[in-house]
């Protein structure tokens, strides 16, 4: 075995086996091998800790821009702290020159191992993706944008209960963004400059396969590029295929930049995927980073809400179903029950109001640009592109060359524009569009459905379309709000709802567009929870106040302080007498016998509860139950607390009826 004072430089990495870097780590196995250095199996000599030592070769760590380039990786991968990243433990040189840069070892496969078994579910993939979604979110926070998202950086772990387990990989290439915090202070100080790039505008770097638009024109990369990345992933995921088959990997930047995004059944006819799903991923998958996700948080919330809609379990808790309404409600009026601890017989006038300012209207999308703004004409010259004919499209991608693409492209389109009508939403063997006349509209006053599924894929903008054509459907206007929510959008979602509770005040009993709303509250932040705590508080009706009382009496389990000042807001809208006229009769008497002072006050209501109570109310009857608990100190506590309900069979009654009506749902 060769001593670290012995061994000559390495240049394959066999070599290396056997010694011991920096004094601690031996080096046990070769797991991969590549031009600028390797990456090993090592261990901590005194730790018998398993780690991985990626090891430029010393020929490597003269120049400069590799060496910088690879401390910046050390110095981004230390400051991503989180469970779903892999971290750097060390950073440093050996004895013969050759930069090392310890990672935590992961033992596992790779994503794209997965991916060549074929397509995995729709609930597999969702649960990966948003793993991915909350290491980008750190990341992004830390101000490091990865910029070669790919299925063989991220691993796939098995870690207690869960086998996908994600850990994301080298940032290599990562970019630290201007203005974060300490990792892009540390690395500019260490570069020898404040913020110095390394690379030049115009450089491309990362993955032909997995490279967003603007990181295949060599434009400035922000968080967007790497959102981009992760939904190629998942379409990979859902459909086992690439969205693009191309030739080679220049005509690949170029489908990225200009090819529209085929629909799964086009790509992949024998898949099935949910349509809220397929949103996300093409929502991810927009060419202009304006419109897709704000950020990581927008997608992991877009990803849950498209679950819960498509009745995919992700095991982050709760119920799959939207719709669905648990028969048993929570520990009823424990300490941690916001309801239980507000007093509804206070004067209006003594009540605090939830928020301090009315709701704002929404704000714009963030994809709207001015037009007149060279972003906006930007924006809408790839709005242009996306209405072009497929087959126009995929020549020019896959003929011309990636510098001359745009320039191509707008030639042929002002050349053709005025003979050319653009293409809306056309289905599969349909010449039907969204730019059909108004009369065309007049033939039936409900949508067909194959285009209302065409547009549900597509997105907000072409349901929006859809609606203004068929204005009587007020279905279009529910599934615009559910599309919306999927993004994230919250401020449009719930601007949507409201128009479609105008429109269609029955629409108040819909499973979907309650939980919508619901989670908006639960989750939203400003304006966006300020409108949809109006929405519960009067336009929802009976739905509303149930889901106020569901909130307020939510444990605060794993999200913690949000949830904790959420359940406090909803309990006070529940202490607002117009808020309580619109509850349900089962809703009406939980209020009085939570109001309810006295045994005799509550066991006038037993009989009410036999007929009207619902499972929310047991919670408060079966502690009447208890003959103990009251008598003070010297009596031991032993005495009942509430002795009329010993009289009759009344309290017995009410619990068995309203278990007996739960069993029969």
Known sequence: MSSPETAAPAVDGVNRLGMVISGRYLIRELLGEGGMGSVYLAEHTHMKKRVALKLLHPEMSDNAEVSARFEREAMAAAHIEHPNVAGATDFGKTEDGAFFLVLEYVEGTSLRDALAKGPISAQRALRITRQIGLALERAHEAGIVHRDLKPENVMLVKKDDEPDFVKVLDFGIA?????????????????????????????????????????????????????????????????????????????????????????????????????????????????????????????????????????????????????????????????????????????????????????????????????????GKKSALLDLLARQPRNVLYGLAAAVPLGLILF???????????????????????????????????????????????????????????AKEFPEDTSLV??????YGAQGKNAEAMKAVRTLLAADPTAANDDEIVQLVTNTAAKGKGTDDDEAFALLEGPLGERGVDALIDMSTRAPGREGRDVRDHRLRAAKSLAKPEVRAHASPAAALLFEFKAAQTCADKHDLLARAKDQGDARLLAALKPLKSTRGCGGFFRGGNSDCHPCMRKDTALDDAIGAIESRGATK
């Open 175 to 375: 970019k630290v963004l201007e203005g974060a915090a300490s990792a892009s202070a540390e690395i500019a100080k260490r570069n020898g400059g404040a913020g110095q790039p390394l690379t030049r505008m115009g450089t491309i770097l990362g993955t032909p396969e997995y490279m967003a638009p603007e990181q295949a024109l060599g434009e400035a990369v922000t968080p967007a590029a790497d959102l981009y990345g992760v939904g190629v992933m998942l379409y990979e995921m859902l459909t086992g295929l690439h969205p693009f088959d191309v030739p080679d990997r220049m005509a690949m930047l170029s489908f990225h930049i200009v090819a529209p995004v085929p629909l799964m059944q086009d790509r992949a006819p024998k898949v099935d995927v949910p349509a809220m799903v397929e949103a996300v991923v093409r929502c991810l998958l927009e060419k202009d980073a304006k419109k897709r996700y704000a950020n990581a948080r927008a997608l992991i919330e877009a990803i849950e809400t498209a679950a819960a809609g498509s009745s995919i379990d992700l095991g982050l808790g709760g119920t799959p179903n939207p719709g669905a309404v648990p028969s048993q409600r929570g520990p009823g009026w424990a300490s941690n029950d916001a309801f239980a601890h507000t007093s509804l017989g206070l004067p209006a006038a003594n009540v605090t109001t939830a928020s301090g300012s009315p709701a704002a209207s929404p704000s714009p999308s963030p994809g709207a640009v001015a037009s007149g703004t060279a972003a």
């Open 408 to 466: 191509v492209v707008v030639l042929v389109l002002v050349f053709r524009g005025p003979k050319t009508t653009p293409d809306g939403i056309t289905t599969k063997g349909s010449g039907s569009s969204s730019g059909e006349t108004a009369t065309g509209a007049s033939k039936g006053k409900t949508a067909p459905p194959d285009r209302v599924k065409a547009a549900v894929v597509l997105g907000p903008d072409a349901l929006e379309s859809l």
């Open 478 to 483: 529910q599934k615009l709000a559910l599309a």
